[in-house]
């Protein structure tokens, strides 16, 4: 029985074509492992090297014993420890990664890191608010280049005006990100590091020469 709060940590998702298509939970990532869907894609010595689940218990025993990290997260059975992996490969998936970022709160707060775009002040979510630059009385629409995080002091400073009827402005300009907010938090802790390969393009689109 796996039972520890490293089955809560993100795992990257990739293709059988090695492209990412999403981020699931350590737990649903062991799952697909046991039922032998995907396998662990392991960075080792500047290649990738994948593991189906024995394997990868196996691996794990010696890393536990020599190898072991800071940043790893490991996972508790009966008789041994499991590493949870970073990033699996979907066997037989082939469907490519959807391009387009949801247009919600949640990404809103995210891409503006729960930073008020006026005073540039950190809050809690609870106290930001989402502020049309542009307000709807004067035409503004909500799209991702017109709504921006906002704390509730400069939201009420603002009102019903654009920034620059109100003497203020904003820290960077809003646009639509072109990945998921999220995912890009993510990439600010080390432990995820081992994603930026499969999410750089030019990565995979650069031309190979003889």
């Known amino acids: 029985m796996l039972a520890n709060s ?3 940590t993100s795992v990257l998702v990739l293709n059988k ?3 990412a298509i999403h981020i699931t939970t350590a737990k649903r990532a062991f799952i697909l492992l046991c039922k032998d869907l995907a396998e662990v894609v392991s960075y080792e010595d500047g290649q990738f090297v994948t ?3 024995e394997s990868w218990r196996e691996v794990s025993e010696f890393r536990a014993k020599y190898f072991r990290q800071e940043d790893d997260d490991w996972v508790r059975t009966v008789n041994s420890e499991i590493q949870v ?3 699996i490969r979907l066997i037989e998936y082939d469907r490519l990664p959807r391009q ?4 919600n709160r949640r990404n809103i707060f995210a891409r503006d890191n729960n930073q008020c775009q006026y005073c540039g002040k950190k809050f809690p979510t609870t106290e930001l608010s989402l502020d049309h630059v542009v307000p709807r009385s004067q035409g503004g629409q909500s799209t991702w280049e017109n709504i921006v995080c906002c704390c509730l002091a400069c939201n009420v400073k603002k009102g019903g005006r654009t920034p620059k009827q109100a003497g203020m402005t904003l820290i960077r300009k809003p646009e639509k990100p072109k990945r998921s907010p999220l995912l ?3 990439l600010t802790h080390r432990k995820y590091q081992s994603w930026r390969t499969f ?3 030019a990565y995979w689109n ?3 020469k003889d």
Not at 100 to 103: E, G, I, Q, S, Y
Request: no cysteine.
């Open 206 to 208: 650069v031309e190979l």
């Open 100 to 103: 387009t970022v949801k247009f």
């Open 199 to 201: 999410l750089d393009n």
């Open 85 to 87: 992996p970073r990033v």
């Open 51 to 53: 593991y189906n689940f």
């Open 6 to 8: 490293a089955l809560e």
């Open 184 to 186: 890009n938090l993510k």
């Open 17 to 19: 074509l090695f492209l």
